[in-house]
Each structure stands twice: as structure tokens, then as C-alpha cells.
């Protein structure tokens, strides 16, 4: 099992930036494909970016596609979003999530794909 602790949201304008982390609690990290997501008010969890056990495969939505990257520190069992040219659209509750089914190299777009998820970090861009 993993416990997954997110931080490095906030309020930010429109254009700004915010990297978010989730630090993983236990030895097998590695052993975990990693995404993460959002939701905002009264819509459906969606997907954000993935990352492959691995490290070399990513997967992105569209809408954040050359203004997010995802990337992941095993040795700091923590995985990141930095998110540049934030826009008002992005505001959301973010979550990182952990899947311990999928092959080496592959990522994770299904919420029902993910075993175990943090508690979520709000971010606010004000326009």
C-alpha cells in the first residue's frame, strides 16, 4: 500500500506558475505508474498527465499539452506537475494517484485505473 500526500497549490493569476508535488509514503514507488488529476466544482474527476513506472513514457490532455509537464524523483518517492500559462480553466482540485497494474512502460488515462489516491491540493487562477 501507498499514502499519497500532495502540496504546492494556491492562488495564482492567469499566466503564472505553481509546481505541484506528491510525496509517496513506502518502499515500492517504483512499482507504481503515476497520474495525476483535477476536478472542479460540479464536474467529473478528469484526467491530467500520466507517467509510466518507467519514467520515459508521459501522457497528457489535450488542453494542458506544452504548458504541463509530469515527471517523477524515485529516489525522493515524489511525483511533480509543474504548470506554466495557467489559465482560469485549470482552477480545480488537483490529485495525484498511484496504479500498480500497469505494464512498465505505460500510462493511465481511467480514474478507475488508479488504486490509491491523496487527499487533493486546491489551485485558483484568477484572471
Known amino acids: 500500500q501507498v499514502q499519497l500526500v500532495e502540496s504546492g497549490g494556491g492562488l495564482v493569476q492567469a499566466g503564472g506558475s505553481l509546481r505541484l508535488s506528491c510525496a509517496a509514503s513506502?518502499?515500492?514507488?517504483?512499482?507504481?505508474?503515476m497520474g495525476w488529476f483535477r476536478q472542479a466544482p460540479g464536474k467529473e474527476r478528469e484526467f491530467v498527465a500520466a507517467?509510466?513506472?518507467?519514467?520515459?513514457?508521459?501522457d497528457y490532455v489535450d488542453s494542458v499539452k506544452g504548458r504541463f509537464t509530469i515527471s517523477r524523483d524515485n529516489a525522493k518517492i515524489t511525483v511533480y506537475l509543474q504548470m506554466n500559462s495557467l489559465k482560469p480553466e485549470d482552477t480545480a482540485v488537483y490529485y495525484c494517484a498511484a496504479d500498480r497494474r500497469t505494464g512498465y512502460y505505460t500510462t493511465d488515462r481511467l480514474v478507475k485505473g488508479y488504486d490509491y489516491w491523496g487527499q487533493g491540493t486546491q489551485v485558483t487562477v484568477s484572471s
Open positions: 513506502g518502499r515500492t514507488f517504483s512499482n507504481y505508474a
Open positions: 507517467i509510466s513506472r518507467s519514467g520515459g513514457n508521459t
